[in-house]
T-cell receptor, first 112, second 114 residues
Framework: EDKVVQSPLSLVVHEGDTVTLNCSYE??????LLWYKQEKKAPTFLFML????IEKKSGRLSSILDKKELFSILNITATQTGDSAIYLC????????????FGPGTSLSVIP | DAEITQSPRHKITETGRQVTLACHQT?????MFWYRQDLGHGLRLIHY???????NKGEVSDGYSVSRSNTEDLPLTLESAASSQTSVYFC?????????????FGQGTRLTVV
């Protein structure tokens, strides 16, 4: 069965800390791994990763994929209270239908 | 600006009633998706559509149906609402079938079945 696992499920840090969020997957016919940030309601797209070892970067956020070990990490440096959100990892692939399988999310709280 | 909107934003209904959640996008995307989000499960795919008159079952399709009569709309119907369908529902659309392009999400509909 295809699955995406994220850890930790929740995390509380202080402003300025660096955090690493983990996503591991077992998905047949892997095509890409996606990271989303969900604040209040709708998820917003952060990164799409398709190749191992190539870091994607956007400001204080960065992410990398390891297709051999089947995981990805999302790093956030110098965290701010505005980074508080649920971070969703999703993998595109699957068997019976080629759609996106989402992980449960990591709830990040950044306190002043 | 193009957008994707869901309505209603909140809905309370009784067990056994039929409920329809609306999703409307102005991106002119062929691909539209319905997800439900529950604690501990992340987003799970209910139904999806690759274009007009095309609908497909997702991971948790039992008890739900969709129809696609035009490009802009993919309404989600709960034929006979059950308490297990209390959830937050998200609609999404994308340009690429494989979501290699960014998917845009609606703001969600919180449905409570009592």
């Amino acid at each position: 069965e295809d699955k995406v696992v994220q850890s930790p499920l929740s995390l509380v840090v202080h402003e300025g800390d660096t955090v690493t969020l983990n996503c591991s997957y077992e998905v047949t016919n892997f095509r890409s791994l996606l990271w989303y940030k969900q604040e209040k309601k709708a998820p917003t797209f952060l990164f799409m990763l398709t190749s191992s070892g190539i870091e994607k970067k956007s400001g204080r956020l960065s992410s990398i994929l390891d297709k051999k070990e089947l995981f990805s990490i999302l790093n956030i440096t110098a965290t701010q209270t505005g980074d508080s959100a649920i971070y969703l990892c999703a993998v595109e692939g699957g068997t019976s239908y080629d759609k996106v399988i989402f992980g449960p999310g990591t709830s990040l709280s950044v306190i002043p | 600006d193009a957008e994707i909107t869901q309505s209603p934003r909140h809905k309370i209904t009784e067990t056994g009633r039929q409920v329809t959640l609306a999703c409307h996008q102005t991106w002119n995307h062929n691909n539209m998706f319905w997800y439900r989000q529950d604690l501990g499960h992340g987003l799970r795919l209910i139904h999806y559509s690759y274009g007009v008159q095309d609908t497909n079952k997702g991971e948790v399709s039992d008890g739900y149906s969709v129809s696609r009569s035009n490009t802009e709309d993919l309404p989600l119907t709960l034929e006979s609402a059950a308490s297990s369908q209390t959830s937050v529902y998200f609609c999404a659309s994308s340009e690429g079938r494989d979501m290699n392009t960014e998917a845009f999400f609606g703001q969600g509909t919180r449905l409570t079945v009592v």
